[in-house]
């Protein structure tokens, strides 16, 4: 008999380690992908501090550990007034010296407003990728650049793991304003609470509602309705609301304007009204708001038709993805819901059941 079992294990390991074999063998670069990604996210775990030791660090500056206090207010109020999931999330520190840790690719046709996906195991498709190695990012982006590809890269001072890591503040956060660290981390904590797997246009723009939301709340009642600390917020929400939509309405004519190439046109002519429409677009943003709100406004760079860094489809496609469904979550939370969040996040939470298991 044990010999039986010993024979049944056996040949159960060989198959496993055939089937191992196979799938890296037949899915080699996202199973190299997937080991920088596990080593990246391992280096950063193995390397953080439990906040209660931060905090009991003399070395450690007070006004930083204000910040982390502030965190974990914050979190709390996630939990216990807006109604999002418990966790273990920020209870470590992670220090980064001054650098940055991450860096995540968009791409994007050259002219079609159709994003480059990758699909991940377990947590599904994906309009943008991650990368721990500066030096591998840029390897990838240019290689779309190659193929064709409209790409941007971006720093990213946050992201969630989906409750399979515990997520840790990270030291840049603490450079963020009140208002900008309560929107991160409560939506950060909202993809903790409700991701609907294969749906991240969904997914982004329902956690920046909820970071909008929850930051203005959060903030009326820690330092009140009239305090600085929720005016200066409101203040970059409005130019930041209004730069989006305006983006979004740009995106539009892109989308018509490519939509509308003649077949036998060529692809210069064609790149040519693509930089015009997208210069034109990008340099109005500058008279959105008048008065005193844009006197106050630090003005945008001014972009010119021959400029190698005007923004591309790659830049649109990040705005469609995380904002092109704020208005509809905001009329249906105050129409259907009438601004009762806590049965709006219910509502959410049983038609859009999490396809992660946390």
């Known amino acids: 008999m044990k010999q039986i079992i010993l024979k049944i294990l ?108 990758w699909d991940f195991p377990i947590v599904g498709t994906f309009s943008y990728k991650g990368h721990f190695e500066k030096a591998i990012a840029d390897t990838e982006l240019n290689e779309l650049k190659k193929q064709g590809f409209d790409t941007q890269l971006n720093e990213v001072s946050a992201w969630s793991t989906l409750g399979y890591l515990k997520d ?56 009140g309705k009239n305090s600085k ?24 004519k892109l989308d018509s304007l490519y939509k509308n190439f003649d077949k036998q046109m060529t692809i210069q002519e064609k790149k040519r009204r693509k930089i015009e429409m997208i210069s034109s677009i990008i340099n109005k943003s500058d008279t959105l708001l008048a008065g005193e709100f844009h006197k106050r406004l630090i003005s945008r760079k001014k972009w010119t038709l021959n400029d190698n860094n005007l923004p591309n489809n790659a830049y649109f496609i990040g705005y469609l993805t995380y904002q092109s469904k704020q208005n509809q979550f905001k009329d249906e939370f105050v129409k259907e819901y009438k601004g009762n969040f806590n049965n709006y996040l219910t509502y959410l939470k049983n038609k859009y059941p999490s396809s992660i298991v946390f």
């Open 10 to 117: 056996k040949y159960s390991f060989f198959g496993l380690l055939m089937t191992l074999i196979l799938f890296i063998a037949f899915n080699l670069n996202s199973s190299i992908y997937a080991y920088r990604q596990a080593k990246g996210q391992l280096k950063i775990i193995f390397n953080t501090r439990p906040v209660s030791e931060v905090l009991a660090d003399k070395s450690f500056p007070d006004s930083l550990k204000n910040r982390i206090r502030l965190i974990e207010e914050i979190k709390r109020f996630a939990v216990d007034s807006l109604g999002l999931n418990p966790s273990k999330n920020y209870t470590t520190f992670y220090d980064q010296h001054q650098k940055p840790i991450l860096w995540v690719i968009t791409a994007c046709e050259p002219f079609e407003l159709k994003a480059r996906k």
């Open 168 to 223: 840790p503040i990270l030291s840049s956060m603490l450079e963020k304003s009140e208002g900008r660290l309560a929107a991160l981390i409560i939506h950060e904590l909202t993809h903790g609470t409700l991701f609907v797997k294969n749906n991240l246009e969904f997914n982004e723009n329902l956690a920046d509602f909820v970071g909008d939301y929850g930051a203005i709340r959060f903030l009326t009642s820690k330092y």
């Open 229 to 252: 600390e929720l005016e200066r917020y409101q203040f970059s929400k409005k130019y930041n609301d209004a730069y989006s939509q305006h983006l979004l309405r740009g995106a539009k």
